[in-house]
């Protein structure tokens, strides 16, 4: 996540208006460094949700996202992409405090699906299709990712799950139904990427044992945990790798 010596996309900051929540909303949206050299040239979108109490200006100077897709593209490591990241939350006047356990407000996820990427897609040159596009976040991003990206499997092809809270029994059975049929999802879902810091001990050991249910009923998943780190950008710059 360091700046280096390499060509530099640009962060640029997107204004729309939310007819969800009569409000305007700010976007931050990555655009690779070759973006305006090839104005004939299409691109991925990558979703990134930032965690709670943070915003959407989180990813980028304290996860320094654009500094790791500079640094990934530069390597090879990465197909040059849009990366937009956007609030994370949808404010409803007198809306009530969010449950553990039960889904995430559906406002946000309205907003993120019926106007954050109609938005995306008509202001930059994206590919615009469900292969093309994918979501992930880091703790409350992570939840988000969960609920309103395997809700979406026709808008989203792949996901990254970053120190997700640990998933009760009766939260898990949430997801019974995208989950019931195995063949059909892993045929659906290119990859289903979960990450943990092995200091958390809590996320870290629900996490394993989520996934060693997933793998029970024949859910393919990538699981990778960073030793050492806890519920944190160290963890989460790492997973955006």
Do not use: C
């Not at 909303?25 to 990134?48: K, S």
């Not at 898990?172 to 139904?177: A, C, I, V």
């Not at 629900?206 to 950008?233: C, M, R, Y």
């Amino acid at each position: 996540y360091d700046v280096k010596d390499v060509p530099h996309g640009q962060v640029r900051m997107q204004w729309y208006y939310s007819k969800v929540t009569n409000l305007w909303r700010r976007a931050y949206v990555y655009v690779p460094p070759d973006y305006d050299d090839n104005p004939e040239q299409r691109y991925p979108v990558f979703i990134l949700r930032h965690g709670g109490g943070e915003d959407e200006t989180s990813w980028v100077e304290q996860g320094r996202a654009n500094f790791i897709m500079d640094n990934l593209i530069a390597e090879g490591k990465a197909r040059p992409m849009i990366v937009v990241m956007d609030w994370g939350d949808a404010p409803i006047p007198n809306q009530p405090i969010h449950i553990p356990d039960t889904p995430p407000h559906q406002e946000i996820g309205e907003v993120t699906i019926n106007e954050l990427i109609p938005m995306v897609d008509a202001t930059f040159r994206t590919i615009p299709d469900r292969e093309h596009r994918a979501m992930a976040g880091s703790s409350m991003g992570s939840v988000q990712t969960l609920y309103f990206g395997l809700s979406n499997l026709d808008t989203f092809s792949s996901f990254g799950i970053f120190s997700r809270r640990p998933m009760s029994a009766k939260e898990f059975k949430n997801f019974d139904g995208v989950f019931a049929d195995a063949d059909a999802f892993n045929q659906k879902v290119k990859l289903f990427w979960w990450g943990a810091g092995t200091a958390e001990e809590g996320i870290y050991y629900a996490t394993k044992k989520n996934l060693a249910e997933l793998d029970e009923i024949g859910i393919k998943t990538v699981f990778v945990e960073f030793p050492g780190t806890s519920h944190e950008w160290q963890t989460w710059r790492k997973s955006e790798n």
